[in-house]
């Protein structure tokens, strides 16, 4: 396997948009891979604040009319797991987009190495954070950061607190023509309210603060600092160069979000319009 920084990377330090936009520049950047041979690392924030769903969680999970009296925003993400509410303020995103054959094949080793900038960030901060080292049982399936705790992918701190460790930060990744793609959400602070005010479910704001940390609880720094921190930890990971989208992804982004990541049909049921077809 090549070394990262001996290919092409760029660094997105992406303005907030909307979910359907969001997910749609991770296909776009896929594409960017293998046709413009240049890998992708991004920092983003969402806005609205948005709902991003499972690929396969049912619709009913969703409370709707909290969403819609809140103004926010739901998608429906290409990766498993349960909902994440991403708050505009609140969270801090980011994305790793490689051509599949340089990087690992195996689904673990694959984790550990796209989520090395994301501990080394954490790590540059003060937070003592750590693949989880034990299981945690559901409390509530459909939301991702209440669902059974993964060593494999899930984050926590403090690092030796065992089953007491609370989650920090849910990654997850997908293939898309022959390219990985990894994106993750990490919290900076907490919106509990919201956080379970999205889901059709009676759920006490207690049960996710005693389950969930954030940058801002552990360490206190300000959220400037914190989204520098990881687009740093990112750029040094793999000798990425500073970067923006060019026009011709931008409107494609544009494209792809109108007719998949923005439609009903796909956030409710994973329908997807061809091209041309409304």
């Keep these: 396997m090549t070394a990262l920084a001996d290919r092409d990377w760029r660094l997105l330090r992406d303005e907030p948009r909307d979910g359907a936009t969001q997910m749609a520049l991770e296909e776009i950047a896929a594409r960017t891979a293998l046709e413009d041979d240049v890998r992708t690392v991004r920092t983003y924030s969402w806005e609205p604040s948005t709902l991003s769903l499972g690929y396969r969680q049912d619709a009913d999970t969703v409370d709707w009319k909290f969403c819609e009296r809140e103004g926010i925003d739901v998608t429906r993400r290409q990766t498993g797991g349960g909902g994440i509410y991403h708050d505009r303020y609140a969270d801090i995103s980011y994305t790793i987009v490689a051509p599949a054959d340089e990087v690992p094949g195996n689904l673990m080793e694959c984790y550990e190495l ?49 089953a007491q460790a609370e989650k920090i930060s849910g990654n997850a990744q997908y293939r898309q023509r022959d390219v990985v793609i990894q994106h993750g959400s990490i919290s900076y602070d907490l919106e509990p309210r919201k956080h379970v005010g999205v889901f059709d479910t009676e759920l006490e704001e207690s049960t996710f603060t005693d389950r969930v940390t954030s940058i801002r609880d552990e360490v206190g720094v300000d959220r400037e600092e914190a989204l520098e921190t990881i687009a740093g930890a990112l750029r040094d990971w793999c000798a990425a160069e500073e970067s923006t989208w060019n026009d011709g992804e931008l409107e494609a982004a544009r494209e792809l979000a109108d007719r998949k990541f923005g439609r009903d049909a796909w956030v409710r049921n994973r329908e997807v319009l061809e091209a041309g077809e409304q």
């Design 114 to 162: 796209f989520c090395e900038p994301v501990l080394e960030a954490f790590d540059r901060m003060g937070v003592d954070a750590a693949f989880a080292s034990a299981e945690q049982d559901s409390i509530y399936q459909p939301s991702c950061y209440l669902r059974d705790i993964n060593p494999a992918h899930d984050i926590v701190a403090p690092a030796d607190a065992g």
